[in-house]
């Protein structure tokens, strides 16, 4: 083992996750109604609407995670009734790749930054 001081690492892994979830504002703040266009019928997006539309930036940003968890694992939504798979196929590969990166760094960062503290 090497003589890393836990704090560092702590100190490493919270800075990328502040990058991680500044990037996420940043696409949430330009670009969540550029991703919901392409949902147009999914009741997920109808319903994160309806509820995050008055909570400013923050809303955005989960409407934008909502999205891309939407993305990541489509087969409880569609199972659920909450989307439909012709929109999920196809969504822009661009902003897919965007928005599932996104998603699994701030996944892996958290495993990361909890694995840390029993390591």
Known sequence: MTNIEPGLIAL???TSMLIAASAQI???HKYTEHF???LPTSRLVSDNIKN???AGLLGKTIRTGQIA???AIPKIFIYRGYAEIEEVKNFPLREKRILLTLWIIHITLFIALMLSHYL
Do not use: D, G, R
């Open 12 to 14: 490493i892994l919270i």
């Open 26 to 28: 940043i696409a949430s």
């Open 36 to 38: 919901e266009s392409f």
């Open 52 to 54: 995050y539309q008055h």
């Open 69 to 71: 968890t939407l993305l």
